[in-house]
């Protein structure tokens, strides 16, 4: 029997290649829990998103609250820096936390290590504020980032052109502006 894993699961698209490896080693169970997500539309197209990849890997999905509210609050005083990140990312482990302690699960990870655009030394930093190294796989998945965006297409998933916060996409449209 295979050890079990709690998947912080940030969107489908960068599920696939961190499923496809962990898969191998692992019972997954995916958890999607982003209070970073606005407006709330988006969120729900990326909610619903995980549920065509819950079918399509054969694995159990968890879902968390949505305390955007919470999110914004905590990161508006500092929503003019990369500290929003540090914020985001440390909620996000906080709560896998929490259900990877209530779940009983053997080992944790995320998501957030497969794409390019996140930070994955802050994220480590987070992750290491509530696991212990025995407890969590970090790997590296960003080097196969054209792969899973190519098969998140050919699957039909809902792709995304930010990273998900009201912040990320003010600065989308800003740099864009100034080009």
């Given at each position: 029997?295979?050890?079990?894993?709690?998947l912080?699961?940030?969107?489908?698209?960068?599920?696939?290649?961190?499923?496809?490896?962990?898969?191998?080693?692992?019972?997954?169970?995916?958890?999607?829990?982003?209070?970073?997500?606005?407006?709330?539309?988006?969120?729900?197209?990326?909610?619903?998103?995980?549920?065509?990849?819950?079918?399509?890997f054969?694995?159990?999905?968890?879902?968390?609250?949505?305390?955007y509210?919470?999110?914004?609050?905590?990161?508006?005083?500092?929503?003019?820096?990369?500290?929003?990140?540090?914020?985001?990312?440390?909620?996000?482990?906080?709560?896998?936390?929490?259900?990877?302690?209530?779940?009983?699960?053997?080992?944790?990870?995320?998501?957030?290590?497969?794409?390019?655009?996140q930070?994955?030394?802050?994220?480590?930093?987070?992750?290491?504020?509530?696991?212990?190294?025995?407890?969590?796989?970090?790997?590296?998945?960003?080097?196969?980032?054209?792969?899973?965006?190519?098969?998140?297409?050919?699957?039909?998933?809902?792709?995304?052109?930010?990273?998900?916060?009201?912040?990320?996409?003010?600065?989308?449209?800003?740099?864009?502006k100034?080009?």
């Open positions: 029997m295979k050890p079990t894993l709690l912080h699961i940030c969107c489908a698209p960068c599920a696939i290649v961190p499923l496809q490896d962990l898969m191998q080693d692992f019972s997954v169970v995916g958890f999607f829990y982003n209070p970073n997500i606005h407006p709330l539309k988006e969120y729900l197209l990326r909610k619903e998103a995980t549920f065509q990849l819950g079918e399509d054969k694995i159990p999905m968890l879902y968390g609250d949505y305390p509210r919470d999110f914004l609050h905590n990161t508006l005083p500092v929503s003019a820096t990369k500290d929003r990140c540090t914020i985001c990312y440390s909620m996000r482990m906080k709560e896998t936390y929490h259900r990877f302690l209530a779940g009983n699960f053997q080992y944790s990870s995320s998501t957030l290590f497969f794409s390019p655009y930070n994955h030394d802050t994220i480590r930093k987070q992750v290491w504020t509530f696991f212990s190294p025995s407890q969590y796989i970090v790997r590296d998945w960003s080097t196969s980032y054209q792969k899973g965006t190519q098969e998140a297409r050919d699957r039909g998933y809902y792709r995304q052109s930010y990273c998900g916060c009201i912040f990320s996409n003010e600065d989308r449209y800003s740099k864009s100034k080009r």
